[in-house]
DNA sequence: TATTGTTATACTCTATAACTATA
DNA sequence: TATAGTTATAGAGTATAACAATA
């Protein structure tokens, strides 16, 4: 009986899964896995973060990001400083090469996303996101 | 500029993120993965699926899958057949002890998620089911 | 004392490709 | 010839707990 939510769960899920499905052949295609993917795309656009932070977006914890990161640092696509402010924390963020991936990759990915949205209207839009944004601030409100 | 959907993407991200956050611990206080809950979940309230089949529900690969599952065959959670009509196949279902679980297991999850969902209305989750449900439907109309 | 990140452990997942048995 | 599932391989992700250095 208080189920009724359960419906939009499946259908934010199977959501996800099909946008996963058109858009992990481009990611392994890059030699990137899941997560280091994640990462990329979580350090895109941004000027970087502490491990911390990284963790909380991605929901990875502290122990599997050492080594995520040591691999993508490994592979050119991210660089760390130690934090001016925290002796104990770094600074992670993408380099020239990762922020060149992320400018490749994402739009190959989100090209794909664009033909899919290509019959969406702005009201759709309106309408999916104030519906998404909606599900968020309770989801967020949650302790 | 052909990025106007990034938003829709973004947020259903967030909202899936935000909903495994807050699930992830009950999962885990089972004993189990989330590829494995993954079965779970998606055996749960059928009769049963092939690998084939529950493969392309879950986006986990054949080679992969037969490790998931013998894992939880061997903790009893689920049990396989031969398929009477096709024998290279098998037909997997829940064991009397997979369905415990899943009734023991989901609604403590989903319980949280009624927490969640407590202050949506009829209206909320029209408008989200429905924003949702045409997202799904182009999603999966896409080749 | 609490927090940031590292290391160690043991296991699970993952993609991929070659393989067996059946269709 | 094609398909359902298995096996083999090598690597990556995962939770967890104990640890270091710093706050």
Redesign the interface.
């Given at each position: 009986m208080?189920?009724?939510?359960?419906?939009?769960?499946r259908?934010?899920?199977?959501?996800?899964?099909?946008?996963?499905?058109?858009s992990?052949r481009h990611v392994r295609e890059q030699g990137l896995t899941h997560a280091q993917f994640d990462i990329i795309a979580t350090l895109g656009n941004t000027p970087g973060m502490s491990y911390k932070e990284l963790g909380e977006r991605t929901?990875i914890t502290k122990g599997t990001l050492t080594g995520v990161i040591e691999r993508l640092e490994q592979k050119g696509l991210v660089a760390r400083e130690r934090s001016p402010v925290d002796a104990r924390s770094w600074f992670i963020r993408l380099t020239p090469q990762g922020e060149q991936l992320f400018a490749d990759v994402f739009p190959r990915v989100?090209?794909?996303?664009?033909?899919?949205?290509a019959?969406?209207t702005e009201s759709?839009?309106e309408?999916?996101?104030?519906?998404?944004?909606?599900?968020?601030s309770?989801?967020?409100a949650?302790p």
């Open positions: 208080g189920e009724r939510y359960l419906k939009s769960i259908l934010l899920a199977e959501c996800m899964q099909g946008f996963e499905r058109l992990g929901l989100t090209a794909r996303g664009g033909e899919v949205f019959q969406f759709d839009y309408q999916l996101e104030q519906a998404l944004a909606h599900l968020k309770v989801i967020a949650s």
